[in-house]
């Protein structure tokens, strides 16, 4: 069950002070990449860093790291019962999302980070992330339409939601992007506060930072991935001299290159779960904004030649997926429809009905063979490989989706128990 609002979580934590500072983002698409550049490159100079992002993508825990590594199981339950206990002998009634959030900034407490790179779960005012006050500098990534219900119907009623984040005296950074009547939105509120703000557009690198621009140069990159890394590194630029003063950020810039964040745009191989051996693209695109850039992406990089692309979807229940798959599925595709499992901690997140996929999908005209598996995921990819045999192959819809084909992967990967646990190749 979603609730917002920032009642619940200043009880929470009440009684536990930050000991951290805060990088604050807020966003519909690129929130969490631009977490995962910023985190890095502090981490890379030096600074002690947590992250929190959601949702988590295998394991409930693994939205929290600690310098780039998945907080340990055991710290993050013993927390997290700690959390739990207090939300029950205050009476509070927290939501899973506001327990997540305490557990996440007690555990940065416990860890003695020295900055926490926090992504806003949804909007930004009413968030539980909201809640902190210690922020070096907040960013604000691409606005797309999503959560409407919660948030608003336009993209201005969005934009003034996610602008919510934006506090008196720090510094913002703004995805130059971002369409006119979210920049007017953001704008607005930037004026309101008399803030400091940065807004970053991708092809006009910083010339402060040649690093930047050398890296675009030799990264093959889409736009968006060079908008969330102008954003991170304007965001460094700010944030850095608050807590290493005199650290040279574009010394750091080359660590981006080596930066991955799963599930978004990335290249898999699904040997041992399938046979077959060609990589496939993974993306949690799931909606209409971030299908946009996937279909930019899969329409340069896979269908040179006029090939093919047969597709494993999934959706979460209530989106408008017309706009979300219409737009990248093309005529001579092949298309297999699946759902996901629960998610855990997220009980109210429920899957769109496969049949409904297929029959959307079957809309499209000229579309190839569509074959709804239902529940059976598994199922669904081995149909996609033996159709596709050595031609593109795309799971996409749902970050769900994606956690629960490299959960398949993981369990694939696993020897034996007379082997160990260590899987193969890693």
Known sequence: MIELGLSRISRLLQQTPL????????GTNGKGSISAYLSHLLQSGGVRCGRFTSPHLIDRWDCITIDERVVQES???????????RDESLGIGASEFELLTATAFEIFNHEQVEVGVVEVGMGGRLDATNILNNVLVSVIAKI????????????????QEKAGILKPGVTCVVDGTNCPEAMEAIKSRIGELGLNAALVLPDTPDPQLPSLAKLFRRLDLQTHQKANMSCAVAALKAALPQVRPGTDADALIPQLSSVQWPGRLQRIILEP??????PILLDGAHNAQSAEVLGDYVDHKLRPGERNVT?????????????????????????ATTSFGPVDGMPWVKAADPEELSSCTRDIQGVGAVQSFGTDTLGAIEW??????????????????????LRLLRKANQLPPEHGNEAPGS
């Open 19 to 26: 000991s951290w500072k805060a990088i604050h983002i807020a």
């Open 75 to 85: 710290l993050f339950r013993q927390i997290e019962a700690k959390v739990k206990l």
């Open 144 to 159: 797309g339409l999503d959560h409407q219900a919660f948030l608003g119907s336009t993209l201005e009623q969005i934009a």
């Open 273 to 278: 779960l399938t046979a077959r051996k060609e």
């Open 311 to 335: 597709w494993v979807i999934a959706a979460s229940h209530g989106k408008d997926i017309r706009p979300l798959f219409h737009s990248i599925i093309k005529s001579g595709d092949d298309v």
């Open 384 to 405: 996609a490989c033996s159709r596709a045999n050595d031609s593109p192959l795309v799971i996409a819809g749902s970050l769900y989706l994606v956690s629960d084909v």
